[in-house]
């Protein structure tokens, strides 16, 4: 199969180690596409829900193999940058070894533009400074999550489709959405303090391609519950590419095992570059 090829693809947020991390799903999608760079914006691993009540599963090592397939067999080069949930990579970094490069943040250069690159917990003070609340914000967040879980479960056995129950509370509650404005403003003032362009950045949740005061703001969103990631291509153009608008071309060993199990064939809509509707923005106070 001829894969769609970009320059640089951006993922963050994949919170490897708890049940709600899509690890399948961000496999697929490095499956559908190749690239010169692949950036791991932090949380990829989750080290605090390993250290509580987290486990470890062979897909999310799938997802690790997926990535060393793409560094020895595309030619990859791949930056994985620390963020709050995977902070034991504090004790390594930086480190290169070949095409991987483990690093706090970087500055990437293209088309004549530079970008800054942070997971971005470091600009917010209730992580850095207040840590015991943010494990608690992050509590609520997985208990919304394990809530979901329920929710959903009932809503397929009615035949009604995907309800995210945490994006819609955290959408409800105004202080969650000043949080939000809050961080984006200071992260774009912080690209332009670095003389930069843009700030690429995770960690909220919330994925956006927007300009802020003459800064392009990049964020990524995640694979927990949005399934989202930047990609830009050859031209230097940035675009949000959602794993639910992908129209996956399947295998005659996948078409197989779909008469098998006797499950529907869903029909996909094409790759649509835009943002989510607000009512499905993930608005998250502590990540």
């Known amino acids: 199969m001829l894969k ?31 690239c010169e760079n692949l950036i791991l914006n932090g949380d990829i691993i989750d080290g605090w829900q390993l250290k509580k009540s987290g486990s470890w599963k062979r897909k999310h090592t799938r ?51 530079k970008y800054f690159i942070t997971h971005g917990d470091i600009f917010d003070s209730v992580t850095t400074n207040f840590r015991w609340i943010a494990h608690l914000g992050d509590i609520g967040y997985t208990f919304l999550l394990w809530l979901n879980r329920q929710v959903n479960y009932h809503r397929r056995k009615k035949g009604l489709p995907y309800f995210s129950l945490s994006q819609y509370v955290k ?4 202080s969650a959405v000043s949080y939000i404005d809050q961080y984006e403003e200071e992260l774009a003032k912080m690209a332009k303090a670095k003389g930069c362009d843009g700030i690429i950045c995770g960690h909220i949740h919330k994925a956006e391609n927007r300009v802020i005061d003459g800064v392009v703001y990049l964020n990524s969103g995640d694979w927990v519950e949005t399934m989202s990631a930047l990609a830009e ?8 590419i959602y794993y639910n608008q992908i129209s996956f071309k399947k295998s005659s060993e996948d078409k197989e095992m779909d008469k098998i199990v006797n499950f529907p064939v869903t029909d996909y809509k094409t790759v649509a570059f835009g943002k989510l509707p607000d009512a499905l923005d993930p608005k998250k106070f502590f990540l």
């Open 171 to 174: 959408g409800k509650v105004k």
């Open 233 to 240: 291509d050859h031209e230097g153009n940035w675009q949000l």
């Open 4 to 34: 769609t090829h970009f320059k640089t693809i951006v993922i963050s947020d994949v919170h490897l180690g708890t049940r709600g991390a899509k690890a399948k799903e961000v496999a697929r999608f490095l499956k559908q596409y190749s």
């Open 63 to 113: 997802f690790f193999n997926r990535v060393l397939k793409m560094i020895e067999q595309e030619n990859t080069k791949v930056f994985y940058l620390r963020g709050n949930h995977d902070d034991f990579l504090d004790q390594i970094l930086p480190l290169q070894i070949g095409n991987l490069s483990i690093l706090n943040d970087m500055v990437y250069e293209s088309h004549g533009k």
